[in-house]
T-cell receptor, first 113, second 117 residues
Framework: AQSVTQLGSHVSVSEGALVLLRCNYSSSVPPYLFWYVQYPNQGLQLLLKYTTGATLVKGINGFEAEFKKSETSFHLTKPSAHMSDAAEYFCAVSRYNFNKFYFGSGTKLNVKP | EAEVAQSPRYKITEKSQAVAFWCDPISGHATLYWYRQILGQGPELLVQFQDESVVDDSQLPKDRFSAERLKGVDSTLKIQPAELGDSAMYLC???????????????FGPGTRLTVL
């Protein structure tokens, strides 16, 4: 079975501050991990993904995430928040040879000026 | 750039009425997904198609929901009758390959926001 837990339904940071959004997963097999961003009344856009290989993955808009197998985590970070980063972020897990995604409940990021 | 199209973007209906949502995936994408996203939650898979065949509808409330993809291209999701608890965002997504593979990114449409009064 696979599942995703996102700690913190709301995160607030100041513009220019570090962004850290937490994601922990449960998977009985090597996972494929994804971060998606959703702006109000829009669909989901892929930020970055981990499948195999390098555990630190870089995505769009300056975001990156590190796969830590020992901690079953895939936290999303960005060194300096921008106002345009305010959105809801979803972590998702899948696996090899399997099309189904399991999404976390999401984290709303607020960026204060 | 190719996109997943959905219509309508917004739908307001009264309970017990029928509603239908349409999705046109990216050209050539064999796999199509319908998700329901309740406010404050992550997307939940309702149904998954491989070409015109349903491969997973385990979470689809079949007493009131139906989905079809007759020619393996566009798809329609129907609710009849709608209930207050159906108010949500309905998202359509598509994937490029025709069979489970090592990795399938899902491309999402803008969604249809349903409000049931």
């Amino acid at each position: 079975a696979q599942s995703v837990t996102q700690l913190g339904s709301h995160v607030s940071v100041s513009e220019g501050a570090l962004v850290l959004l937490r994601c922990n997963y449960s998977s009985s097999v090597p996972p494929y991990l994804f971060w998606y961003v959703q702006y109000p009344n829009q669909g989901l856009q892929l930020l970055l993904k981990y499948t195999t290989g390098a555990t630190l993955v870089k995505g769009i808009n300056g975001f990156e995430a590190e796969f830590k197998k020992s901690e079953t985590s895939f936290h999303l970070t960005k060194p300096s928040a921008h106002m345009s980063d305010a959105a809801e972020y979803f972590c998702a897990v899948s696996r090899y040879n399997f099309n189904k995604f399991y999404f976390g409940s999401g984290t709303k990021l607020n960026v204060k000026p | 750039e190719a996109e997943v199209a959905q219509s309508p973007r917004y739908k307001i209906t009264e309970k017990s009425q029928a509603v239908a949502f349409w999705c046109d995936p990216i050209s050539g994408h064999a796999t199509l997904y319908w998700y329901r996203q309740i406010l404050g939650q992550g997307p939940e898979l309702l149904v998954q198609f491989q070409d015109e065949s349903v491969v997973d509808d385990s979470q689809l409330p079949k007493d009131r929901f139906s989905a079809e993809r007759l020619k393996g291209v566009d798809s329609t999701l129907k609710i009849q009758p709608a209930e207050l608890g159906d108010s949500a965002m309905y998202l359509c997504a598509s994937s490029p390959t025709g069979a489970p593979s090592s990795y399938n990114e899902q491309f999402f449409g803008p969604g249809t926001r349903l409000t049931v009064l």
